[in-house]
Nanobody, 130 residues
Framework: QVPLVESGGGSVQTGGSLRLSCAAS????????MAWFRQAPGKEREGVAA????????NYADSVKGRFTISLDKVKKTLTLQMNSLKPEDTSFYYC???????????????????????WGQGTQVTVSS
């Protein structure tokens, strides 16, 4: 069973909205944290938004604060990223990630560093046209 499966990517015009979903095969509360990352061609994979497995606290990259919202549905075992006011620079391949093992260290906010996550989905493309 695939641990993480993303859906919801697509194409939208500047200012539009998209909602990404990530279906998890196990209880999100059993993870340390879950997150959304993105990677554009020729660029490093960057953390966009993260949330503790308990759903207690979220963290956002400065570039998406106020526009993106991460949420966790424990019953449906689904991680969601609501993306509003999309910009062309949001165009990227988006990945769902989870830390199934114990966290490397305590942190007040869920991390946005790639190395903090040990499980990844296959990704979904988001394209924003001007």
């Amino acid at each position: 069973q695939v641990p993480l499966v993303e859906s919801g990517g697509g194409s939208v015009q500047t200012g539009g909205s998209l909602r990404l979903s990530c279906a998890a095969s196990q209880e999100p509360s059993s993870t340390a944290y879950m997150a959304w990352f993105r990677q554009a061609p020729g660029k490093e994979r960057e953390g966009v938004a993260a949330i503790f497995g308990s759903g207690s606290r979220a963290n956002y990259a400065d570039s998406v604060k106020g526009r993106f919202t991460i949420s966790l549905d424990k019953v449906k075992k689904t991680l969601t990223l609501q993306m509003n006011s999309l910009k062309p620079e949001d165009t990227s391949f988006y990945y769902c990630a989870a830390q199934l093992g114990p966290p490397a260290a305590w942190s007040y906010l869920p991390p946005l560093r790639r190395l903090e996550y040990d499980t990844w989905g296959q990704g979904t493309q988001v394209t924003v046209s001007s």
